[in-house]
């Protein structure tokens, strides 16, 4: 199986083909030039130097975010254009799977830090495991999903992880140097940096993680390829800025039913479907509020919603969600608030329980102001990515 793979998530563009187990050309470059300069001319190259017949290629794969907006647009866009071209499939990479996939067979706890700027890393942790069965090779192990965090949350998960053991983290990315002296202030367990030769994006990790995704089957058509970017982009925030104030909660309605049943996919890795929101609205126990914006005009009309199950005079609260571009705003805080008292006032309920992620800081803290207290733990009761449940209370 051959393929080329392409990452220009970063300062970094690379580009290279890999062969099986063989790296047959790769042509990295680290320097303050726009990749829509320099990545089709360093493909050219690559292409010209080993002679490469691009229909002889399997598949593309893209490093497919988090990064740099510009950087992943033009590098999905490349990968699209070759995909249609040559009719092939597009192997889409999370990006900081790529990076931390450098230090191949490393025994530490893999943190790759990249710099997503306003305060945050995109990062993630992985370990490296030993696969019997498949002739002692390793497998890229995910312990924390990427994503776009402050350093303190991502270091604060790396203490907690190897508080029960005497284990190494190895950092790489352009974050370290951005962040070294946080690294330094916070880190509880032993660390150290990952050296020049393996500390930033290789086209080479993109391919061969490509071709795991590969085997499984997991690929899609160049039509379907989408960067993931994580975050919104700046106009983004500002358009939802700009709307996340004009909204009012009401209770669901069957008109509601598309746009909470998609709110809720786009929130849960296991989310309800459809029939589950239709039954609510014949259910005398059961009642579900919605953030519904004040403009008629409203791209997205229902911004965030949430649940409440009246279970013998206990308050059950779940399925709390607000669209991603709208968060930060208050909406979850103002639905909480409006259900509290509608069970209150309609049901007599005086006790309120609800369960929250572990690692869902963010609602964590929400809960908290709201007056919840943890009374219990449901160890690994969450899926995809694996969780434990908190369970939390209010009186």
């Known amino acids: 199986m051959k393929i080329l793979g392409l990452d220009s998530s970063g300062l970094v563009a690379s580009v290279a083909v890999v062969e099986e187990d063989i790296t047959i050309a790769e042509y990295t470059v680290n320097y303050k030039k726009t ?17 490469l017949d691009l229909h002889t290629l399997d598949a593309i794969a893209i490093a497919a975010g988090p ?45 790759p830090l990249m710099d997503a700027r ?27 999903e990427q994503c776009a965090v402050p350093i303190s949350e991502i270091i604060g998960k790396i203490n907690e992880l190897c508080r029960e053991n005497d284990r190494e983290v190895l950092f790489l990315g352009d974050g370290v140097a951005v962040y070294q002296e946080q690294i330094t202030a916070l880190t509880k367990a032993s660390y150290s940096f990952a050296p020049a030769c393996c500390n930033r994006q290789r086209a080479s990790c993109v ?9 499984k089957g997991s690929f899609e058509t160049a039509a379907e390829h989408a960067p993931e970017y994580l975050r919104l982009s700046q106009a983004e925030r500002e358009r939802a800025a700009q709307t996340a104030d004009k909204y009012h909660i009401r209770e669901m309605q069957q008109s509601d039913l598309e746009e909470v049943t998609a709110l809720e996919a ?75 008292k509608l069970g209150r006032e309609r049901y007599g309920i005086k006790a309120f329980t609800l369960e929250v992620r572990s690692q869902n800081t963010a609602a964590r803290n929400l ?29």
Not at 281 to 290: S, W
Not at 308 to 334: C, H, P
Request: proline share 4%; charged share 25%; hydrophobic share 40%.
């Open 67 to 111: 990064g740099s907006f510009t950087g992943l647009r033009i590098g999905s866009a490349t990968a699209k254009g070759l995909g249609l071209a040559l009719n092939l499939p597009i192997l889409p990479v999370p990006t900081v799977d790529a990076l931390a996939y450098n230090l191949y067979g490393s025994s530490a706890l893999v943190c």
């Open 207 to 215: 391919a061969a993680l490509g071709a795991e995704l590969y085997k």
């Open 118 to 144: 306003r305060n945050q890393v995109y990062t993630g942790l992985y370990e490296f495991q030993k696969r019997a069965a498949d002739g002692g090779k390793y497998e890229l192990c995910t312990l924390v």
């Open 35 to 51: 990749h829509s300069q320099t990545l089709l001319p360093m493909l050219d190259e690559l292409k010209r130097m080993t002679e």
């Open 266 to 340: 786009s929130c849960f890795s296991m989310p309800w479907k459809y029939h589950d929101f239709e039954e609510t609205l014949t259910n005398p126990d059961r009642v579900y509020l919605v953030a519904e914006a004040a403009e008629a005009d409203a791209k997205e009309r229902i911004l965030g919603g949430c649940m409440l199950t009246n279970i013998a005079g206990e308050g059950d609260i779940t399925n709390v969600a607000v669209r991603e571009q709208y968060r930060g705003r208050k909406i979850a805080s103002a639905l909480m608030e409006a259900l509290l």
């Open 367 to 395: 809960y908290e102001k709201l007056g919840f207290v943890s009374k219990g733990v449901r160890p690994g009761f969450y899926e995809k990515p694996k969780d434990d449940a908190l369970i939390l209370w209010k009186e």
